[in-house]
């Protein structure tokens, strides 16, 4: 069976970054050496997914120059131009795909395994499976009523919550409204997460491996030391 597109959002501006993404965009920032979209990319192919669509956008020259200089994977480029939403940018790519994708971002390096996310996907009548993983909250969570009466108190409960791996059906394009595309911000992601919720047309994929990402300067050094114990290098590097 045909694998189908990995679909990496790689166009934002990483501006809690600055200044190191003042030169280059948050994708091609290094972690252990390569840039974070390059590890990604790598990890992916490994495991047998090599036809990629990436949707750039800021300094997204720099992403092309950087990978026209590798031969093994197969990547299509969309532009949607600096300012547009994840939804835009999604929604952009749709003349490029036959089928269902595998959408990831340009900033999280994570050791799923894509198959059993795909079995897991195609035994529902899901338009998108998202994969989600669990956080132990640091505090007691506490229920309100509007009369200030406590109906539940949680002792540092574990909360579920969306990695930003998903599957999205190509069906599930004919539901991007004009209406959500000029949502301002990333509000129309949402909406049309919610839009599919409604439907009963979206589930869930539990992963608990690793999971790198990085928004700030302080994550980005405990990102660095995770990655140094853990290697994922493999035939299919240049």
């Given at each position: 069976?045909?694998?189908?597109?990995?679909?990496?959002?790689c166009g934002?501006k990483?501006?809690r970054?600055?200044?190191?993404?003042?030169?280059?965009?948050?994708?091609?920032?290094?972690?252990?050496?390569k840039?974070?979209?390059?590890?990604?990319?790598?990890?992916?192919?490994?495991?047998?997914?090599n036809?990629?669509?990436?949707?750039?956008?800021?300094?997204?020259?720099?992403?092309k120059?950087?990978?026209?200089?590798f031969s093994?994977?197969n990547i299509?480029?969309?532009?949607?131009?600096?300012e547009?939403?994840?939804l835009?940018?999604?929604?952009?790519?749709?003349?490029?795909?036959?089928?269902?994708?595998?959408?990831?971002?340009?900033?999280?390096?994570?050791?799923?395994?894509?198959?059993?996310?795909?079995?897991?996907?195609?035994?529902?009548?899901?338009?998108?499976t998202?994969?989600?993983?669990?956080?132990?909250?640091?505090?007691?969570?506490?229920?309100?009523?509007?009369?200030?009466?406590?109906?539940?108190?949680?002792?540092?409960?574990?909360?579920?919550?969306?990695?930003?791996?998903?599957?999205?059906?190509?069906?599930?394009?004919?539901?991007?409204?004009?209406?959500?595309?000029?949502t301002?911000?990333e509000e129309?992601?949402?909406?049309?997460?919610?839009?599919?919720?409604?439907?009963?047309?979206?589930?869930?994929?539990?992963?608990e491996?690793?999971?790198?990402?990085?928004n700030?300067?302080?994550?980005?050094?405990?990102?660095?030391?995770?990655?140094?114990?853990?290697?994922y290098?493999?035939e299919?590097e240049?």
């Amino acid at each position: 069976m045909k694998t189908p597109k990995i679909v990496i959002l790689c166009g934002g501006k990483g501006v809690r970054l600055k200044p190191i993404t003042n030169d280059i965009p948050k994708p091609l920032v290094e972690i252990d050496g390569k840039p974070i979209l390059h590890q990604a990319v790598n990890l992916y192919s490994n495991k047998g997914f090599n036809d990629f669509i990436f949707c750039i956008g800021y300094k997204g020259s720099l992403i092309k120059n950087y990978f026209n200089k590798f031969s093994n994977y197969n990547i299509q480029y969309s532009d949607s131009g600096e300012e547009a939403t994840m939804l835009k940018r999604i929604y952009d790519i749709k003349d490029l795909i036959e089928d269902k994708i595998i959408v990831a971002y340009g900033d999280t390096y994570a050791d799923i395994d894509f198959k059993k996310l795909l079995e897991s996907h195609n035994s529902s009548d899901a338009l998108m499976t998202i994969v989600a993983s669990s956080v132990q909250s640091p505090f007691g969570l506490i229920n309100i009523k509007k009369d200030n009466k406590i109906i539940e108190f949680k002792e540092k409960p574990k909360l579920n919550y969306y990695m930003g791996y998903s599957i999205i059906e190509k069906e599930a394009f004919n539901y991007i409204t004009k209406d959500l595309l000029n949502t301002k911000g990333e509000e129309g992601w949402t909406l049309f997460f919610q839009k599919i919720i409604s439907m009963g047309k979206m589930r869930a994929y539990y992963h608990e491996g690793l999971n790198i990402t990085f928004n700030t300067h302080s994550q980005k050094k405990i990102a660095d030391n995770i990655f140094k114990y853990y290697t994922y290098w493999g035939e299919n590097e240049e």
